[in-house]
């Protein structure tokens, strides 16, 4: 069993859809992310909670709500999403807020999102 | 605020050799972290190794290494006796200290050539 858990894998959805992306930590962290990796950009953090309390919320557009109900499980909830907004969606957790500089990620296997 | 270069796209290796990916970063802190993630086809992240800025050692995990030149602001991963394997995306990051922010760079596509 994998640490961090993301699903779905796959997700094809029209720009009028309401879908939720799910995530999960199997390692007893206390904190998790949301990174957008687009092809040939660097990834992108998109939200940081800290033992369920958002920290950061790095400019995103409120089409992308986060929830986070508990340390274990993220979630990424999609509304009216753009065709730019086709990527793969990154979940990570790690023992704490990065408060040393080696505090390491550890990530899931993405969804690969595509919006038409 | 903080950037990572990588500035090679992609590299073919023949298997067994060694191979150098490149990663420069700017940062004006004194405090930072290194960061080698590799990204197989299936999507998931997998930390590889890591170099603290006060870390005097070069460091060493199992094939992998990491060629810090702090002067020069470069910490190059060397990937010793390659294998098919290795065959992935590799991501150069960058932390500061007491940042959330894990700092990407756009990655080397690696590929082992039989």
């Known amino acids: 069993e994998t640490g961090v858990t993301q699903t779905p894998r796959h997700l094809v959805m029209g720009m009028t859809n309401k879908k939720s992306l799910k995530c999960e930590q199997h390692l007893g962290h206390n904190a998790m992310y949301w990174y957008k990796q687009s092809a040939k950009k660097p990834l992108e953090l998109m939200f940081v909670?800290?033992?369920?309390?958002?920290?950061e919320n790095n400019s995103v557009p409120s089409r992308f709500s986060p929830e986070c109900p508990n340390s274990s499980h993220l979630f990424l909830h999609l509304h009216t999403l753009q065709p730019e907004d086709s990527a793969l969606y990154l979940c990570?957790?790690?023992?704490?807020?990065?408060?040393?500089?080696?505090?390491?990620?550890?990530f899931g296997s993405g969804t690969q999102l595509s919006v038409l | 605020a903080q950037k990572i270069t990588q500035t090679q796209p992609g590299m073919f290796v023949q298997e067994k050799e060694a191979v150098t990916l490149d990663c420069t970063y700017d940062t004006s802190d004194q405090s930072y972290g290194l960061f080698w993630y590799k990204q197989p086809s299936s999507g998931e992240m997998i930390f590889l190794i890591y170099?603290?800025?006060?870390?005097?050692q070069n460091a060493t995990e199992g094939r992998y290494s990491l060629n810090f030149q702090k002067a020069r602001k470069s910490a190059n991963l060397v990937i010793s006796a390659s294998q098919l394997g290795d065959s992935a995306m590799y991501f150069c990051?960058?932390?500061?200290?007491?940042?959330?922010?894990?700092?990407f760079g756009t990655g080397t596509r690696l590929t082992i050539i039989p």
């Open positions: 990051a960058m932390s500061l200290s007491g940042n959330e922010k894990l700092t």
């Open positions: 909670y800290s033992l369920e309390e958002r920290v």
């Open positions: 170099q603290g800025s006060y870390d005097e």
């Open positions: 990570a957790s790690s023992q704490d807020v990065r408060v040393s500089t080696n505090e390491k990620l550890f």
